[in-house]
């Protein structure tokens, strides 16, 4: 076989990301729109369309947030460990700190129980805090180490739409509450903006996703592609030795 561990587990994220997230985006998608022709009582159809749909939005929704914000994790345990500048390539070079290692470990360990206290919470300012507490925790893991970020085209950065669209699920889910109890309809608004966006920057995922995939060689090509001249400045640039 052609791919090594370390190969394969890159692969876990793109995997993750089209066979479970994509799907349920698109399941979402057409809930939300069935659940928006039905209140406004849109075209003939809609008087056809059940009660339920609000609901399977919402549910659906869940699933998407836990989704979205798993896959980040997922690239993120990646990138920290295998990385450019990550766990593995700090330790080849004798300057790997534990204690990092240990507050990386313990700030999954913080985000993911957010989140599931965050699915459990009723009380308002609980869902603000937990909702608070996840998204600190994709950011500040964001900004760890071994995490490609494409800071100079940040405009076309998978990291950048990733942890955007990872933070909009997020608010999401915390707002569930407030768009159902608010008679002047201000909530669903920003919700319907907002998550047009997310749907426009999830387009942008599976378009950044695929490109990355194609940027990054095989672990064992590696050596060889990283002496290609990489470099846009220099008259070299996209040759190799
Ligand atoms: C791609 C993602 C999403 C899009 C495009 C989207 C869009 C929409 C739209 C268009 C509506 C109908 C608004 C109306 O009545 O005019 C809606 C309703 C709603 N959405 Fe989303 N949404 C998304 C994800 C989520 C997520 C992740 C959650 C929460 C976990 C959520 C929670 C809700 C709730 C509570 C409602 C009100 C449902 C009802 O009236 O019964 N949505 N959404
Ligand atoms: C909802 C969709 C997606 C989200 C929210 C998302 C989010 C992210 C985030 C936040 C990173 C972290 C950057 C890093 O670790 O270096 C990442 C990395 C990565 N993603 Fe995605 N992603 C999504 C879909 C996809 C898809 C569809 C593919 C490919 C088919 C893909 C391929 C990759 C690859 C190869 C990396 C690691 C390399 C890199 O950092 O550029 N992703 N993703």
Redesign the pocket.
Known sequence: MLLNLKDIILLLHPILACTFVFPV?GI??YF??Q??QR??REGAESKKIPPTV??E??QL??L??AGVVGITLVAYAYSVIFGFQGFLMQASEGNLDWLRVGLVALMFAVTIASLVFLYQAHNRIWRGVFATLTGIGIVVLGFQPGVFRRDDEWYVSHFYYGIVASLL?IF??AI?QD??QDRTQTW?RV??AL??V??IL?LGQGITGTRDLLEIPLSWQAPAIYQCNFDSNSPDFKTCP
């Open positions: 985006i979402v998608s939300a729109w659940t928006r209140r406004l609000g609901r939005h919402v929704g869940n998407l947030t699920m999401a889910l569930v768009i159902y669903r919700h319907i998550n047009t997310a749907l999830f």
